[in-house]
């Protein structure tokens, strides 16, 4: 070994052990790898999100997005519920009876009501998700969506989220049960926290204080 290279500051791989010249070695999620170790080192890297553990991400459990759901089902069904009260009268009125002609005009009135709910379920989602990365529910407990890399989402992302949550997971009668219980254990097992649209979507909901 020449003078020269024991001048040099010395490094240990961290994954197999030998000493390499600080040229030699490239520092990932905190931990000097070395050229041979690095393809592995990486690929097991990104398959655990200790990237992400390295950025200090902290990401939203169970519990904080099952709260902003509730708060969300909150800020969306109060006025639902306000509209059907004032309906009970018109409906008390048809006395159930579908040869009334009230009756008609109640049941597309109703049905128009749904669609109508439906759209403005859309919008406040898709729309929140896109302008500020949160619903009102995940902005009240301090958590938001992002991309895998961080960055905020597009139409597409914001819209598949919707789909995927309210249409696939916990829209389909008696499949959603089973389906949003799997998502649930899946968010709560999950070292990155992601739930079944979290996984399609390539997204993650973290605390909007550990990101910057
Ligand atoms: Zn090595």
Redesign the pocket.
């Known amino acids: 070994m020449s003078q020269e290279a024991l001048v040099q500051t010395v490094l240990a791989?961290s994954?197999?052990g030998?000493m390499f010249a600080h040229s030699d070695v490239v520092q990932i999620a905190g931990s000097w790898?070395?050229g041979?170790?690095k393809p592995g080192y990486l690929s097991r890297v990104m398959a655990s999100g200790w990237a992400a553990s390295a950025l200090g991400w902290h990401y939203g459990g169970f519990w904080m997005r099952f709260g902003a759901r509730m708060i969300d089902g909150f800020v969306l069904g109060v006025p639902l519920v306000i509209i059907f009260a004032l309906m009970i009268p018109n409906l008390l009125k048809t006395q159930g009876n579908p040869s009334n002609p009230a009756f008609g005009a109640f049941a597309a009135f109703s049905l128009s009501i749904f669609l109508g709910y439906f759209v403005v379920l859309i919008c406040y989602e898709v729309l929140m998700l896109k302008y500020r990365g949160a619903t009102l529910g995940k902005m009240a407990c301090g958590i938001k969506v992002v991309r895998a890399d961080g960055t905020s989402l597009g139409w597409g992302v914001s819209f598949g989220r919707f789909f995927m949550w309210n249409i696939v997971t916990s829209g389909i009668p008696y499949l959603n049960s089973i389906l949003m219980l799997i998502s649930g254990i899946m968010a709560g097992t999950d070292s990155e926290k992601r739930a079944l649209h979290d996984r399609v979507c390539d997204t993650r909901v973290v605390y909007k204080q550990s990101i910057a």
Do not use: A, G, L
């Open positions: 791989c994954q197999c030998r790898v070395c041979d170790c």
